[in-house]
């Protein structure tokens, strides 16, 4: 498997450079019988697309999807999807090949392959993500729909959010541009990002994901781990540089008999689903949804550090530029947790001689 | 892929349960001819193993690594080399089939196959790490010699080291048994370990890692960047609970004029060697060794952040636990940043069409 | 890897349904900086469209390419390589959703998936194998240009091929359009064809392919030898019921004095170009280009045997059916080959330490 | 994923020289719960032992498996399976580090690689087998009971086997030396293969396979097809030049009109068992048990064409090498089918959404 292919059982390929034909995905391994819209799709696109409010690039993309192939009727056919978005508003002009930006993958990528399409960045392009977002909407057709993965920008600079209801919906987290959930926060933020614009300067920041109703032992030990998947699915997004479980800082500063305080020891009662006492005891308040890296049926918090979008100075105000990447971000990263947990989901069918044999 | 197997290129399959015949590794796709004994493998394990110092568990294991394949008159073979280790200090009966332990993968593992190895965590135990040692010290053999990984404990419970020399090695790191190279805070942590193995408390922290000499370009974009699968594998073992590069957290929080300050715009001089300016101009002070998922050469900083031990109370004063794993983590992260490049490395080497058409 | 996916190193995804939006490949694992157009996969295309001949469906699809990425100024980026071709002449109204066609995919498909694109037979179409000749001629660009791909008809119904130059090229096979390159006996086929169209009757054959200027050591054992990657890829082409390397039935039958006689025994001076006598000594006349399981350098010979088209009686009249799917399929089967070679090519890169250590 | 590993979902990697430490096989993909006994891999490897007959080596390799990891308590666990044997009897003095033999793999196998095991053949002897076998055990338990794999030898050199019942077992193979159940056939090859041993001689010949009992739908379109991996692997066996579905041969010659008689046209009756008349119609006589590449449930016939053995003249007369092996890859082969349909099988869980959603 080279480095365009993801997952092994829910398995996504994507193509395309960022002022290329066309940019894209092949999905194979989707199950037969399942039902699918280029609506859906379209609709996951369009919470990435650019150009949707004051504090995102002005570049509008249309990113209209087409669906090739896989899909009959409107349910799946077993066979490969392959979704295709052309490119339109390029303007590679902006571009200039003997440039190398700094900060951006230009020199690495001309030194590993000795050549790029240096047009806005080729394939190292943000806009690489288009075919992240359309594969994650396809494995969310595959996901039980009790599993629900929703993120939010927990922080953008120096802002946090602190105000987040339990049962976050993204309908919630969309009526905000900069999809901060916490309106006290949201306001401070995107007058931060409208200075940001103005100065050329750009933020950071963390995307939280809340991952929930997930099945109870998902994952496949020892390097397929849930814990470790996630996280490597989320690095793989530009500008991310850290993923934590919860608040691993936080974590790694508390005593033993602290972390684990309220596991009441053995659970060993038949039935108990999965905790040993009536609320939720045997589940370490830190366990975040994952033990020994399976998925245990509990909420799984992920956080996501980004550092601060890389165009800055005089570039970043033509205003083609995010100051900052993290709202759009989101549907990203949410996209890869879908199909990383598609592609588990899938797996675990496979476990036990029973279900098959 | 099943979950036992890791990388594409450089491909371990490990096996063994904790208190089963053996453990061990096959490796497949290390290149013929590379100089290999059994002594460099011993080594690598002796760095792992259990019973080292008053700080880590009384188990001890031995751990004699027997090579059944792959290596021939002291040279690799092109064939899948295979390293096993035997177990001995077993005492499963130090456990109880009925009995899950909270904060172990024992609930989840059983609810998940239906059926488990209940002597001491079977696969899920800490033990299945010593394949990776082996398959990293076979990693380390065929990278190139320029590329240094090298582990340290920045981080125990509260205490942190600050003075850590540039230029560490691997012998500085183990001549402390908290493998924390800064002897003051090596002494503090020392102390606080002893007091939580007589208080059965236990203590996370944070191994930093730092990978010199990595050659330009290093990474599949864009499911397999460096960025993506590095920390991928550290997170999948058992405690990490996060992974940043650099101090992904500081680094999310900074404004981008001053995250990129030093960055001199463009690169477009030939000839440059990956900057802008006679020091390191070019390299955003951020990029940690990355750019665009992908390495340019210079030191890569890796953070893994690890929760207190699980076991804690009664059973951890028995003196067959760890109070805390992260010194014995070191040379495991360590095998798994080697395994990880070994990949990427001979992935690299298909990436023109000069090199081999 | 799932089933629509080809190679480990040279890695193609094809897509599509024949009644479909469109058929497609991507191509994952094409070095950087090779020459690769349009114009090339068209021409590879033009060989494998119906409509050419009397002799085979008067189906007409045109079959244009269009490269959606991984491709700029003319040569390869190293990213993966997206081509599409869109139907047109689809005709699905000849198409009946509750008929199964005996002798085909229908039935089998239905069951496993509960669902099938009865327009044509969707994905289990010969049209399919358009992604197959797509990737076949990106793979001829990775392959060195010593590498020569040639097949042909041997053998059509009972008219069998004699006359055969061994310098054959492929435009000489393509001068005919039964594709056998043998002025007789294509004479006697042509007629056969014809006739059959007329009855409503069909035929199988044998494609044989010539395969010269391997490179020495090509394979990758135990599983991956050339010997069985071969075949399989060429068994995995609908119709093919089997595949012989040289003429396996006869060679089964030698006696292994007479088999091997001419092979002076053992091969021990150093410098000898793979054999060991001036001529071709020490290898093997069966050896057929592939000694244990790896190419010596030799020729290699490999035989199809096709079953005779499975559409028979009055639907066979109406025209959209060829008679024998030989010829057509000669562009296919050496797509196939080409395929694997290339991975094969592009693995042997990693065998040895020197290359790139 | 490199050669020395089979399989997608059921998968095995297979490791050893033949006069190294120890050879084995790791099985990762076996779900949990299924009976597995050393007993039964002992068992099949005995089938596959040398030093059983007259007609075979005297080398007497004992072949001891030791079951090192994924069962406990005579179950799976639902982690990697790890086998080894280790070597005894290995003579390799009888080998010169100087002397390539011909028609074996010695020279390109030292051409790739520029070193090799020397002692035997290393990793391209026929020992090699031994791990096939010893996967073919694990992968049989994970079949469904119904599935029967019964091979023997349909011909050695030129004499035929031609009364073989239909309901043949492996113990009525297993009755004869030769693995030939017609019993007059059995004593003339017998004799034949006496005299080759006394004359330096040896033989080739064809292995038929008879897959019962296959569910239908085994087989993943369009490169993973049941026809093509069943071959391929077959293929990937020494001295296997060529594999056919039934008698290809023979298939290639016929009209369409007789090939196909009896195919009573459309299958379109709801509740049909795969047929369109009482007895089998719908199954063409030439299917083969597949159709469009996927099992039918029908019985699949499988031919595997042998070369003569490569050992001839005056080394053949040493005593130590099979005159002709076909006997001894009847359980070879057999193992390569059900690694095979074991992949497939469980691959199948996952073409619907229904089964797991």
């Not at 020199?107 to 977002?133: N, P």
């Not at 500063?253 to 040993?276: D, Y």
């Not at 033990?291 to 909420?299: A, C, D, V």
């Not at 033509?318 to 592609?343: F, N, Q, S, W």
Request: hydrophobic share 35%; aromatic share 4%.
């Amino acid at each position: 498997m080279r480095g365009n292919t993801f997952g092994e059982f829910f398995s996504v390929t994507t193509f395309g450079e960022s002022h290329g034909i066309a940019l894209g995905a092949i999905v194979d391994g989707v199950p037969a019988g399942i039902d699918l819209s280029v609506d859906q799709i379209q609709k996951a696109l369009n919470r990435r697309r650019p150009g949707q409010s004051a504090i995102t690039t002005s570049r509008a993309e249309g990113d209209q999807v087409e669906l090739l192939s896989g899909v009959f009727e409107g349910k799946t056919l077993g066979t490969p999807i392959c979704g295709i978005v052309r490119n339109h508003d390029q303007r590679s002009k902006d571009y200039d090949p003997d440039y190398m930006r700094a900060g951006h993958a230009d020199r690495v990528w001309q030194e590993k392959y000795g050549i790029r399409d240096w047009r806005g960045g080729g394939r190292a392009s943000g806009r690489e993500t288009l075919s992240r977002v359309l594969a994650g909407a396809i494995a969310e057709t595959v996901l039980p729909a009790e599993i629900r993965i929703v993120g939010f920008a927990r922080q953008i600079g120096l802002i946090e959010a602190v105000n987040i209801p339990q049962d976050l919906s993204r309908e919630q987290v969309d009526e905000h541009s900069t999809r901060c959930p916490d309106p006290q926060a949201a306001a401070s933020i995107e007058q931060d990002l409208l200075d940001c614009k103005a100065n050329g300067d750009s933020r950071g920041g963390v995307i939280e994901i809340w991952i929930d109703g997930c099945p109870i032992g998902l994952g496949e030990p020892v390097f397929r781990k849930a814990k470790a998947l996630l996280p490597g699915a989320l690095m793989s997004v530009g500008a991310v540089v850290g993923v934590t479980l919860g608040d691993a800082i936080e974590d790694s500063r508390k005593p033993g008999l602290e972390f684990h305080k309220g596991v009441s020891g053995a659970v060993n009662e038949s039935g108990a689903s999965g905790s040993t006492s009536p609320d939720r005891a045997g589940i370490s308040p830190a366990a975040n949804g994952i033990q020994g890296g399976l998925t245990n049926g509990e909420r799984i918090v992920l956080r996501a550090y980004f550092k601060p979008a890389s165009t800055v100075g005089s570039m970043a105000t033509t205003g083609r530029h995010d100051p900052c990447i993290v709202p759009r971000a989101v549907p990203v990263l949410e996209a890869m947790c879908a199909m990383t947990l598609a592609d588990l989901f899938l797996a675990a069918r496979l476990d036990r001689s029973s279900s098959g044999g």
